[in-house]
């Protein structure tokens, strides 16, 4: 399967990373003048009950059955960069910056910083480009909203700083690849307890659109 590549040829390439002294790069690296590896993107989406484990992992759903609370949306924009490429350009690495508000039931501001591990080269790429990135990172919120207090089993006060996991794939045209149809599982949590005692966070399933430049 196809992740099982991934994951295979993530571990190989950062051990060959971290033989290769030419190939690391460095922070002003970040600030250099963009060349096709810079994307900005748009979303917004609505609040998932289901929990992600589940419906991912565990319990795989298509996102048309799963539970949503029609007056809980989000929206978010974001700015990313290629940092670095692994496993023959198979993989790349690609922090992010971005900002989001919720709106309806939950009423609060989103800032969040990440790194994105990215999967390119399916076997279909020359009828639809496809890319599946999962993410690691931080996501701070400016309320303690009682939607994400009820999903904390551990901790009832809830935290404004919690992890960010935004699993995604993208869609775009052979001939424009550098404007992308995003689907994210836009999602924070406290990864069992192991961030401030939370548990639980909010989570949304959203659509959006990368631009490149």
């Known amino acids: 399967m196809w992740f099982g590549r991934l994951f295979r040829?993530?571990?190989a390439g950062l051990l060959a990373l971290a033989a290769t002294p030419a190939a690391a790069w460095t922070p002003a690296s970040l600030i250099a003048p963009c060349e096709g590896d810079c994307a900005v993107s748009i979303y917004g989406g609505t609040y998932v009950e289901n929990a992600m484990a589940k419906v991912l992992v565990t319990r795989p759903e298509f996102p048309a059955s799963w539970d949503y609370t029609t007056d809980d949306h989000l929206i978010a924009t974001a700015i990313s960069r290629?940092?670095?490429?692994?496993?023959?350009?198979h993989v790349s690495l690609e922090p992010e910056v971005g900002i989001g508000q919720r709106f309806g039931r939950q009423k609060a501001t989103e800032v969040w910083g990440a790194l994105f591990v990215r999967y390119h080269g399916f076997p279909?790429?020359?009828v639809v480009r496809t890319t599946v990135a999962v993410s690691t990172g931080l996501n701070w919120a400016s309320d303690k909203t009682a939607v994400e207090r009820d999903r904390n089993q551990n901790d009832e006060e809830g935290s404004h700083v919690l992890h960010f996991l935004a699993p995604e794939v993208t869609f775009s045209l052979p001939s424009h690849p550098g404007a992308e149809l995003l689907f994210r599982m836009h999602h924070r949590s406290g990864i069992f307890g192991l961030i401030n005692g939370a548990s639980g966070g909010a989570q949304y399933a959203t659509v959006g659109l990368r631009l490149h430049f």
């Open 124 to 126: 279909w790429d020359g």
């Open 9 to 11: 040829g993530l571990g």
């Open 82 to 89: 290629e940092a670095g490429w692994l496993w023959d350009r």
